[in-house]
């Protein structure tokens, strides 16, 4: 095995943690928290990867309150599940793997029904939301002070309650049009206070969340982040702020930063590439009517990218050349045992994987086995993505095993 493998499956210090490889398992929803609590589903599907040799497994969509769910069927931060978690991490932590929450709120972007302290969602402007159309809630309204206030302590409590239930590290979404994202993107805010119009005063809610965290957790915890590159839409972030974004998050003392690209308000396919989810996320409409429409608007919303490797590695190099302290973990196109070589040829610290765990949960130890003979297997078809409401939530496909029928004699 090469000298870049060998690294690849070799411990290494993330912050102030200790891993023992540098494969992470990436946030994607997992579909396994009916009404927003975590159970045995949950464990199972992370146990998986933590079992398969991942360095860390990230729980995905960790909402900072009840009303920054993207829909009722997430998890929010706070001792309603304090149990459940508790024993949840504690078990995961017993495969030697550590634990990650992906912290988030989603500002205007909700289909979320069972809305507690708002009427209807709230982001940096007013805004059409696309998703809420879905459920009655075509329209998002403009977060006052008090609200970004508000949102800054939901950060600072949710912090204090992970550290608690025992997570290692906390990955804040600053991307992918949540709710800090919106902040971040010229087209959704539209502000003209100290929040909106210069990069400066657009990263100024997301730097207080930092701050807040960080100072909830101090020095025992990893915080990290998920960025975007670009927001893929005319009138969005692109790559030569996002890369002053990684170096104010940087400033701001976080650990490690990821990566990532694409919005799921906008343009979702740019973050996944491959085969188009519009066929899949048809059929998984349980409304004839929303099926009809997904199926006539679909193709035009969920855009064709060709699948290839390390789409985004030219961003992450971008990023990487431009922060001072912060760790670099890659996450877009990394399936082969060839990519991960380049990655960390590249003086990447860490790499994220989602589909390519979903295919293979024992990833890591038959690629650390096999070295350049190990082929994953998985093929971008992206059907384990439209599955994320589906029963069971998500899973590949290619690994299900068809019924055998018996022939009578």
Known sequence: MSQYLDRAFSSASLGPLKLRNRIIKAATFEG???????????YQFHKQFCDGGVGMTTLAYCATEADG??????????????????????????????????????????????????????????????????VGRPLAGAMSEKDIHYMVKTYRDAALF????????IEIHFGHGYGLSQFISPKTNRRSDQYGGSLANRMRLPLRCLEAVKNAVGDDVAVIGKMGLT???????????????AAMLDQGGIDGLITSGGTSSFNVMHMFRGTSIA?????????????????????????????????????????????????????????????????????????????????DPAYVNNASRQGHKYVNGCTHCNQCVTMIEAPGGPHCPLNVQPAVVEERV
């Open 162 to 169: 992970m550290k608690e239930v025992g997570f290692d590290a």
């Open 231 to 245: 927001d893929a839409v005319k009138g969005g972030l692109q790559l030569e702020e996002a890369v002053e974004v």
């Open 279 to 359: 066929d899949g996320m048809a059929e998984m409409q349980k409304n004839r009517l929303l099926k009809s429409v997904f199926k006539m608007v679909g193709p035009r919303i969920f855009k064709e990218y060709p699948y290839q490797e390390l789409y985004f590695l030219e961003g992450c190099k971008r990023v990487r050349d431009r922060v001072r302290n912060a760790q670099m973990i890659y996450i877009g196109g990394c399936h082969t045992m060839e990519s991960l070589e380049v990655v960390m040829r590249e003086g990447i610290d860490f790499v994220q994987l989602g589909r390519a765990l979903i295919k």
């Open 32 to 42: 396994r928290t009916p009404g927003g609590i975590p159970g045995k589903d949950l």
């Open 69 to 134: 769910r993207v829909s009722h069927d997430m998890m929010y931060m706070g001792d309603h599940i304090r149990p459940e978690l508790t024993r949840m991490i504690d078990g995961l932590h017993q495969t030697g793997a550590r634990v990650s929450g992906q912290m988030a709120h989603c500002g205007y972007f909700s289909k979320n029904q069972a809305l507690q302290r708002v009427r209807n969602p709230k982001g940096p402007s007013i805004q059409l939301n696309t998703l809420g159309m879905t």
